[in-house]
């Protein structure tokens, strides 16, 4: 079974920063991509960034510049470094991973069950 529990989300006024952190555990033989996305009141869950195992990155137009994704493979931890923050970037973050769970299984996408992320105008 495998789990991955986000943290680092909060309240902070427009122009701060957070940090978010998310570790994967359980039965894991490789972490292939992992990202976050986000989902607002009333809208569609987007994706905000990916990262490769070998730390190629792809942001959404919205938040390039501002955020910045990275991982620790030996931690099976991936992060989100959030500034210059805006109201619209308010959502709950999710964090997402391809991973397998052995050698020779086919990759599967897991989620994390969310962190609330509140910038205030």
């Known amino acids: 079974q495998v789990q991955l529990v986000e943290s680092g989300g909060g309240l902070v006024q427009a122009g701060g920063s957070l940090r978010l952190s998310c570790a994967a555990s359980g039965v894991i033989f490789r972490i292939n991509a992992m990202g976050w996305y986000r989902q607002a009141p009333g809208k569609q869950r987007e994706l905000v960034a990916t990262?490769?195992?070998?730390?190629?990155?792809n942001y959404a137009d919205s938040v390039k510049g501002r955020f910045t994704i990275s991982r620790d493979n030996a931690k099976n931890t991936v992060y989100l470094q959030m500034n210059s923050l805006k109201p619209e970037d308010t959502a709950v973050y999710y964090c997402n991973a391809d991973l397998t769970p052995g050698p020779g299984y086919t990759g599967a996408g897991y989620w994390g069950q969310g962190t609330q992320v509140t910038v205030s105008s």
């Open positions: 990262i490769t195992r070998g730390g190629s990155t």
